[in-house]
């Protein structure tokens, strides 16, 4: 039973955990959101891992933080912090990009503009992070491994949003790897 929760099956999981990468390097991970808490477990095959628990229900990006300090502590490659060069970009740009997408079955990502300030938050309980600019089109997450591209266009304005995370590009809940802009 332990090594059918610990092999790999549909969309990447076990019985349970996500298993990623391959030995010797693989690793075992299972997250928790709910009211009032946040945690991640992250283990490794050679016994290294980490689990983190938050009493609040808004603290991905403390528990992320924490992870990517551990990663360079222990030189976990997969979660070091990624660098990006942050560049400016006109307001008119981010405005081509404001909106909502359908970026799954009843999952929306709504991309908002606060004071030329780029947020994206998904539906539901997620939080919402704010997005930095790579180019007019690419953004980046800092809290944790996460970069979006807007594509297409109608009179300007971006029509779908590709998620790229940790070197995959598709969209959470195994949807599709592209989201459309809801109309």
């Not at 990663?71 to 400016?88: C, F, L, M, N």
């Amino acid at each position: 039973m332990t090594r059918q929760m610990l092999e790999p099956g549909l969309a990447d999981y076990g019985l349970g955990p996500m298993v990623r990468g391959v030995s010797p390097h693989r690793r075992f991970l299972h997250g928790g959101v709910n009211d009032g808490f946040v945690n991640s477990m992250i283990l490794f095959e050679n016994g290294d891992g980490a689990v983190i628990m938050t009493n609040g229900s808004r603290c991905g990006q403390l528990v992320s933080e924490i992870i990517h300090s551990i990663a360079v502590e222990y030189d976990w490659s997969d979660y070091q912090p990624k660098t990006h060069q942050r560049i400016g970009v006109s307001a008119q740009a981010l405005d081509q990009v404001v909106g909502t997408y359908l970026f799954a079955p009843n999952v929306m990502i709504e991309i908002s503009k606060v004071g030329g300030r780029l947020f994206a938050q998904a539906t539901g309980r997620q939080e919402r992070f704010e997005i930095f600019p790579d180019s007019d089109r690419d953004f980046f997450v800092t809290a944790f491994d996460l970069a979006v591209t807007f594509d297409g266009q109608d009179h300007g304005r971006a029509t779908q949003l590709t998620v790229h995370q940790k070197g995959i590009d598709r969209a959470p809940f195994d949807g599709p790897s592209v989201a459309k802009r809801a109309q």
